[in-house]
């Protein structure tokens, strides 16, 4: 071994005074090691009634995306018992900038069986399985009746069927955190199918309360060809005023009747 170490220093010309003054070796002393800090992931959101994304940051202690999907389904979900109601405001805004507005109307849905909407100008419908829809006009107040035919409710109700459907199929996305009306909310995104002949593009997005799961706002925004080869790019837009769910009693009921 020492015919070894002979030949190590033998080969190895440098002394240990070079080093003098070069290094203060009582420097790399490490403190005790730190926890490494949780990293956050970085998503987009858009702006209402825009496809503009901006950088937010979701926390650590946010619910997953399929349970917030979960609960956004069941929060607007018509067939859950109850009668579910929502005053909304409502427009749609061309890709020029052309903004149409259909002011507001107040929503009553009991299931499949019943609903009722009611428009600030006084334009009223009501639907009843088994009975049709019936219309009073406005200025007239003339009520007719049609009995083969369904009443649709306002976009915010069919958000629930797309939700399911979009849901299925696991294409539904957690896009981000946003305020909307002073109130915290998730944001979910997802495209719906379109069809021939030229397949244009369809994206929703929903805004849900973070604590009630209720919804906030929800657009539509469709762009490409129309069914007639030209262009269009439309957004819809359905903000909020106000959503709960009503117990299906016969008090309420009389909320799905026609205005005396």
Known sequence: MDALLERVRAANTVTGDEFAGLADFDALVLDPPRRPRRRKRLLAFPAAG???????LIPASAPQASEILRLAVQAVEVDDGGILYARSESETRDAGGEVHRFGSRRVWVLGETAMRWLQDDGDEEVFKAGEGTSRRDPKTGEVTTERDTRMVPTEIFRAAGLLKSARAGKDVSLAGEATVNGRPAYVLRWNEKSGPPHWPKIEMTMWVDKETYAPLRFT??????????KPFNQTYT??????KRLPDTPGNRKLLELTP
Do not use: P
């Open 238 to 243: 359905e903000n909020v005023v106000e959503f």
């Open 50 to 56: 825009a496809i503009i994304a901006a950088l937010v």
């Open 220 to 229: 539509d925004h469709s762009y490409g060809k129309a069914a007639d080869g």
